[in-house]
């Protein structure tokens, strides 16, 4: 890329960024009370986003070869877990990833 085309494509980044974050406060007044639409889509898209990622954290997984599919399942199993215990999203992704990580780094080796 050259360096004008480098500026272009932060420009539009930055532009769209500040769209997302901006349009909807001159969309949606503070006087007027949000669409519930709006706010049915507030509460149904983030686990409907949760639930994505995991079809896409799994979608390669061999139940057939390799480690059959154990580290992912214990994964899981800790990020429910953990959840359920705690009832922070952050919190229970991140202890998911650091049990699947140790898993595949020290137990289930090639």
Known sequence: MT???QFITIGICVV???LTRCLPFFIFSSKKPTPVYIQYLGKALPSAIFAMLVVYCLKNVSIFSG?????????????VLVHIWKRQMLFS???GTVCYMLLVQFVFTA
Request: no cysteine; proline share 5%; charged share 5%.
């Open 93 to 95: 992704i991140g202890a």
């Open 3 to 5: 360096m004008v085309q």
């Open 67 to 79: 480690s059959h599919g154990i580290p992912e399942a214990v994964s899981i199993i800790v990020v």
């Open 16 to 18: 769209g960024t500040v």
